[in-house]
Nanobody, 126 residues
Framework: QVQLVESGGGSVQAGESLRVSCVIS????????MAWFRQAPGKKREGVAA????????YYAYFAKGRFTISQDNAKNTTSLQMSNLKPEDTAMYYC???????????????????WGQGIQVTVSS
């Protein structure tokens, strides 16, 4: 039974920072792609950032580069997304996801991921 549990969501004002974290348990392989997606009301789910544990490579959506940083704490099986200079358009449900293949990290497409967290709300007000 694989479970992904997110934490750290909430409401902030534009320009502020927020850190969301994801703890994975019950996963057979340590080699994996960990990623964050987000979905705003009426919009499709989109990839935000990904981290491949085998080589610590990172991948970012264009809008996330320079503001968001994904990191991994192997001891705690935790993947975090540090979001800085948040903007109202960052408001969305944020989902943690996991996949085995490196290709999932590269493509950052939801269909490539096997396991998902429940999602947490991030709201940025102006």
């Amino acid at each position: 039974q694989v479970q992904l549990v997110e934490s750290g969501g909430g409401s902030v004002q534009a320009g502020e920072s927020l850190r969301v974290s994801c703890v994975i348990s019950g996963y057979t392989y340590e080699r994996r792609c960990m990623a964050w997606f987000r979905q705003a009301p009426g919009k499709k789910r989109e990839g935000v950032a990904a981290f491949f544990t085998a080589d610590s490579s990172t991948y970012y959506a264009y809008f996330a580069k320079g503001r968001f940083t994904i990191s991994q704490d192997n001891a705690k099986n935790t993947t975090s997304l540090q979001m800085s200079n948040l903007k109202p358009e960052d408001t969305a449900m944020y989902y943690c996801a996991a996949a085995y293949f490196h290709n999932a990290c590269v493509l950052l497409e939801e269909a490539k991921f096997d396991h998902w967290g429940q999602g947490i709300q991030v709201t940025v007000s102006s």
